[in-house]
């Protein structure tokens, strides 16, 4: 749920970079991170090379996962 959290974020604020993000959500950069990269592996966002710094940007309009038989969908307003 907690990575849910954080792609709505991305999403919603548009973050210029990783740091960025951490600063917009008040958390702490290691944290969201940890957060970004987990959320990349899975390959619900890429990491777009800003110069220095790496931008997160969410790949899909819709997602849905089932949790034992529990439905969670996170619904973005654009498609990359």
Do not use: C, W
Request: proline content about 2%.
């Amino acid at each position: 749920i907690k990575l849910f959290s954080i792609l709505e974020k991305i999403e919603k604020l548009k973050p210029r970079s990783i740091r960025d993000l951490a600063e917009k959500t008040g958390r702490d950069f290691r944290a969201v991170y940890t957060d970004v990269m987990s959320l990349h592996d899975l390959g619900l966002i890429e990491l777009e090379n800003e110069g220095r710094s790496r931008k997160p940007v969410v790949l899909y309009d819709k997602i849905e996962i089932k949790f034992y038989g529990e439905s969670i969908t996170l619904e973005t307003q654009q498609v990359v």
